[in-house]
């Protein structure tokens, strides 16, 4: 598929640099880089976003993250292969990226799940990620950009 422009955070100068600075940010909050990894591409793969699930699977690869998982992660929740904490962190991730499917987006449950595995420093990361992922996957999605490998 052909890329409709060039990605709109590198058309408008100046937008690319802080979303990387973001996630700069969220990579030095103490969280383990597989984790980070996952919940990133699942996020892509919830959206659709084909250059992200590309990357997303390469990135997660290169921090040590499992073909084994890599492979069961759409169907995280029925498979042995993920950590409480990594289930934790997939099921607020996902949450946070379905706003609109349910009235309650995040619910008390969801969040305190995660808080028991991570600290205030280490949510804010997740919700970071969260966000600015589904944002470059909607920059993604809408520009049909391409893989980057």
């Known amino acids: 598929m052909r890329s409709r422009m060039r990605n709109p955070a590198v058309v408008l ?43 997303g699977t390469r990135t997660a690869r290169e921090a040590g993250v499992s073909d084994e998982r890599l492979l069961a992660l759409t169907a995280w929740r029925d498979t042995p292969h993920f950590t409480p904490a990594q289930r934790a962190a997939l099921d607020l991730a996902e949450s946070a990226t379905r706003l609109a499917d349910r009235p309650d987006a995040v619910s008390d449950e969801v969040w305190d799940r995660a808080a028991t595995h991570y600290d205030e420093t280490q949510l804010a990361a997740l919700v970071l990620l969260t966000g600015v992922t589904n944002l470059l996957n909607r920059l993604g999605a809408t520009t049909r950009q391409s893989s980057t490998t």
């Open 13 to 55: 100068s100046g937008a690319a640099a802080p979303l990387q600075e973001l996630l700069t940010t969220v990579r030095s909050a103490g969280l383990d880089p597989r984790t980070l990894e996952l919940v990133r591409l699942r996020i892509s793969q919830i959206n659709g976003c084909a250059a992200d699930v590309d990357d």
